[in-house]
């Protein structure tokens, strides 16, 4: 399984991003998917989960400003991120944890 996260860019704060994540790959089907991040100098995060049946949770400093989504169709995660803090500042992950599969970050920067 290979996962692809693009999406990343450069926006001020207060900005809105959307992140995707393709699954690709022999058992790249429905299964549970989840986000996740690190700062510079600082140890990964969690930010977000969702069931393979669309169940979702966050990380309490996301809640309210970040969406997790998906399209079973696509193989496709997203992570729609609103109102964008400099704090929010990371490389930005997706995971599937059946199988343990990253995939290779997506950078977002949000400047003050």
């Known amino acids: 399984v290979q996962l692809q996260a693009s999406g990343g860019g450069l926006v001020q704060a207060g900005g809105s991003l959307r992140l995707s994540c393709a699954a690709s790959?022999?058992?790249?089907?429905?299964?549970?998917m989840a986000w996740y991040r690190q700062a510079p100098g600082k140890q990964r995060e969690w930010v977000a989960h969702?069931?393979?049946?669309?169940?979702?949770n966050y990380a309490d400093s996301m809640k309210g400003r970040f969406t997790i989504s998906r399209d079973n169709a696509k193989n496709t995660v997203y992570l729609q991120m609103n109102n964008l803090k400099p704090e929010d500042t990371a490389v930005y992950y997706c995971?599937?944890?059946?199988?343990?599969?990253w995939g290779k970050g997506t950078l977002v920067t949000v400047s003050s």
């Open positions: 995971h599937r944890p059946l199988g343990n599969y």
């Open positions: 790959g022999s058992g790249a089907s429905i299964n549970a």
């Open positions: 969702i069931t393979s049946g669309g169940s979702t």
